[in-house]
């Protein structure tokens, strides 16, 4: 089941997932584990926390980890963690230690392998699989989430927590979180804003043959608790 929220424009869009991340602070006194995806549709949400958020949130209270990341140092413009960093870690008042960043400028392999550890050390386990708090994810043009994109159907079920990926086009290698730990997350988030994502969007909401395995409808469409934050547009 997917429950839509709609809000009239991004920034509100933006408002309403912190203020339901601050709600989910209050229902617990242990730290909330979060995972952060990149792209451009998160930069309005994480500035927001670097700037009128940044006093408001127990950020002491909270462990960011990544969904994905490019394969790339955190000063290349590519870099998800780096986006994230300069619009707001460098302005809230977060321990170091609770920032689980993946280390793009590692080798691929070894750094998915190292990633995986430090997720099965720290992130409390359901049925095997790493269960995060939450785990806010986007949903590209071409249907993908994470880095997994359409054709990469093996990334649904493979068993480990990350894995690397490629994109189909570029090319680029990245480090993606697979479909068992999305679909296992106590909520999944999907921030999706823009004209140009409507179709996909009615694809998450009413079942469509055509679209139904592309990874973000598949992924949004069998995890265990799918919230879908939108705008009007």
């Known amino acids: 089941m997917i429950t839509p929220y709609i809000y009239p424009s991004e920034k509100e869009v933006a408002i ?14 242990r730290p909330l584990y ?41 000063s290349d413009p590519e870099s998800n963690f780096g986006n994230m960093k300069i619009r707001c870690l460098d302005y809230v008042d977060i321990p ?21 550890n430090e997720v099965q050390q720290i992130i409390p386990v359901a049925n095997g ?12 043009n071409d249907g993908h989430t994470s880095s997994i994109f359409p054709g990469q159907t093996h990334l649904y079920t493979k068993k480990q927590a990350y894995v690397v990926s490629f994109h189909p086009v570029t090319h680029q290698v990245r480090i ?30 009413h079942p469509d043959p055509v679209t139904e395995n592309l990874p973000a409808i598949f992924i949004a469409r069998h995890a265990n608790y799918t919230l879908l934050f939108t705008d009007k547009e």
């Open 129 to 140: 699989i790493p269960q995060f708090d939450i785990i806010l994810a986007g949903m590209g």
């Open 176 to 205: 993606a979180m697979t479909g068992p730990v999305m679909m296992t997350a106590k909520e999944l988030i999907f921030h999706v804003i823009g004209t140009e994502k409507q179709h996909l969007i009615h694809a998450m909401l």
């Open 34 to 74: 979060i995972a952060l995806s990149g792209g451009s549709t998160p930069n309005v949400l994480f500035a927001l926390w670097g700037k009128e958020y940044a006093k408001k949130i127990p950020w002491q209270r909270i462990h960011l980890f990544w969904v994905d990341e490019r394969c790339v140092p955190p």
């Open 16 to 29: 309403a997932i912190t203020e339901r991340l601050i709600h989910s602070l209050k229902t617990t006194e």
């Open 96 to 116: 170091i230690e609770n920032i689980h960043r993946i280390q793009g400028e590692n080798n691929p392999t070894a750094e998915a392998e190292r990633y995986i």
